[in-house]
């Protein structure tokens, strides 16, 4: 994989040029992109002479992916769906925009499912071809996991970046709400969309976010030490897979004996209310936000899709008003949870990617954690008996990112050192 | 003017079709457009069209008009920008889809300042072409004050709906935030923007807005009897004109001498705080979503905008979130300010509209509602020494929408009343 604090690290000291990184992606691409088919649009060529032409900046020179919900002005946006084909939007999504002045490139459109919903497009995990690198984020996690582009933009409305980061192997964060703008991205739910980040590691996407978004992010230039962390089961925990049961178990051992505290904490039933509003948001949102799609392209849109806006065309206001507020309720809650520790500790996922190219998993273990606003990093390193990625992630309160980032990173040290 | 109420009446009782409408349509059109400008993009012929094959709703056949901030399938979405001339979006925003669904036609778009910040339009005041109309919505409450509308969508960011329709003299409704969706809707800030509504009454507008939203809004159905107001005078008060604060003080007799209850509610220091956090989020936000035009279009931004995009460019994140923070308490401190009263009663902008089309007025009566997140409805009927219009609104809690609405229009039959 292509480290953001590596590449910039060995391009500093006159190791490594702007052309020695585009071998290495176009090396990349060339040997997997024709099985991962992570992308939807690509333009080395383009995106080499920009980069050459970069003119300092945080992120000088580095190509990037922009998943396909995400407006480009120099690339197609097609968000996944045949009612999209083709479009050409005039103006650059805000992050884009930012990641450019901060120096980086646009490489490619990464594929998403349909809208960001749950119809699967056709890339395939970079570590097993016969299954899903999860959704909806599903060409950026998986370009950034073989090695194609150092880091890439996704979104989370569910589990839409922390799922196909740990199905992948990679770091992923989803941000606290909006930290990153929403807009030029395609929304499904205004309330739950939420731009996240990929990268091979956790203080690689705290670089680019530091760089991105002006605040003080970064996690590879002091010692956090040691976090106090949460260990949250969630009331779905006998939907986790056993495997991620036990090695979720491991982590909380091995954090403890690397210095960490580790405590078990229980959310209160509101929570799982909360999880549940989630669900009514996200379909009364979308069915509203797609309005267009479904009144004159209906038949364009996969059945999985159309009964999701059917739903939610469907749902009484009061029943959207009383989800709303019982949102609103956790989300105050949610500081309770953090009175002994500074983050959290839970599965990204109910085990590692399913078999097939079908579905791309279940975002069960995330949907919660969207609907709050918090922010959310996924920790890479743990694998399953069959070599497969294993994600857990850190969760932290609304506005703590670099707590976030910070625990997640020490976490991934602390996993790296067996 | 066309009320929405009168036209659905006269269609169902067969004193008026559709042609008719059309007729005084166009003959307003006729008479006024050439001074008023109200419209970017007009089509009466495809609007009679489409109305002709309008089939049932509850708004079959009326055409409406729309903000150019918000993208419509069927004709151009210029944002007011030389940036954006010609675009074309694919889709229909859902606040138009929706309008669409309950039977009504878009008849055209109608001008906005620039981004629907404050840079002026070339519309004129319906009631004396040297006044602005106020704005950015300008030409939306021009078209609906000439008679060329029933209805039309405006945006508020700080004052874009409220202070137009007092200027225009016609009612305007700024909804509890996100009550109306703004996706599809050209972002300045995405705190603050709000799809807003313009008709000759306020119960014209809560007829629209409930056959839109699905929800239980209408006030034409029964009476709901005088409501308990408070009258706020706002920190600002001195700075409002000595005509609109006699308005007020006569308002608030008036309402007393029609069974009105109507106390004074001061609110704490904490909401003038909260007024100058508007502008810090707004600056900030307003940075982001603009990047890609400041970055590639810059010469092509009015000097006023740029100032306020390179203001909040060099804000610091952490004076915005300060900002919000100062937001998301005075929320949750407004519920105080209703312990003994439904509503309050406040000024809808400094005065009538100003002289000169430079300026499109100032919203500082305007911004902390928006912040805010409630409901406010600007109350039409008063008029100054001159005959030009005077605005006062009722603003309500959060979520209290068909308050505000029932409030504002039993105040707007008191003051017919004389």
Redesign the interface.
């Known amino acids: 994989m292509l480290s953001v604090l590596d590449l910039l690290r060995d391009l500093d000291s006159g190791r490594l040029t702007i052309q020695g990184i585009f071998d290495r992606v176009e090396e990349a691409i060339d040997r997997r992109e024709k099985t991962v088919k992570a992308f939807a649009h690509l333009d080395l060529a383009s995106a080499h002479k920009r980069s050459s032409n970069a003119v300092g900046g945080a992120l000088a020179g580095l190509p990037f992916g922009v998943k396909d919900i995400i407006d480009t ?1 120099e690339m197609p946006t097609e968000y996944g769906s045949p009612i ?1 084909a083709d ?1 050409r939007p ?5 992050v ?3 990641a ?2 901060a120096g980086a490139v646009v490489l490619g459109k990464t594929r998403t499912t349909e809208l960001a919903h749950m119809h699967p497009t056709v890339t395939t995990n970079p570590h097993d071809p016969a299954r899903t690198p999860g959704g909806s984020s599903s060409g950026s996690a998986a370009a950034v996991a073989a090695g194609m582009v150092p880091f890439a933009f996704g979104t989370q409305t569910a589990g839409s970046t922390i799922r196909p980061a740990a199905f992948c192997g990679i770091a992923g964060v989803k941000p606290s709400f ?1 930290l990153l ?4 991205v395609k ?1 499904f739910s ?2 739950l969309d939420t731009v996240g980040l990929f990268a091979p590691h956790v203080a690689d996407c705290a670089f680019v976010l530091s760089a991105i ?3 003080a992010l970064r996690v590879d230039t002091k010692n956090f030490g040691a976090p106090r962390i949460g260990f949250v089961r969630t009331h779905r925990w006998d939907e986790a897979e056993p495997e991620m049961r036990r090695a979720l178990e491991s982590v909380a051992r091995r954090a403890t004996a690397r210095g960490a505290t580790v405590v078990d904490v229980t959310l209160p039933s509101l929570f799982a209310e909360a999880a549940d509003a989630h669900r009514i948001i996200n379909d009364f ?1 979308g069915a ?2 797609l ?3 479904y ?2 392209h209906g038949a364009a849109l996969s059945p999985e899709l159309r009964a999701v806006l059917d739903h939610g065309r469907h749902l009484d ?1 009061t029943a959207y ?1 009383a989800a709303r507020s019982t949102a609103h309720a956790a989300r105050r809650k949610f500081a309770d949870a953090f009175e002994d520790v500074d983050v959290l500790l839970t599965p990204s996922a109910p085990g590692a990617a399913p078999e097939g190219l079908g579905s791309t998993g279940n975002p069960k273990f995330n949907a919660l954690w969207t609907l709050l606003g918090v922010p959310c990093v996924n920790v890479p390193g743990l694998v399953d008996g069959s070599g497969l990625p294993l994600g857990v992630q850190i969760v932290a309160p609304f ?1 703590k990112d670099r707590t976030a980032l910070a625990a997640a990173d020490w976490l991934e040290r602390a996993l790296a050192r067996g």
Chains 1, 2 share one sequence.
């Not at 005039?90 to 805000?94: G, H, L, T, Y």
């Open positions: 002005a999209w479009w005039r103006a650059d999504a805000p884009v925009t930012l450019k002045r909006r703008p929403t807009v030029g929304t205004w309330h978004t002006g605040r949102e509203e936000s309005a267009w799609e009144d004159t206001p008003d506005g």
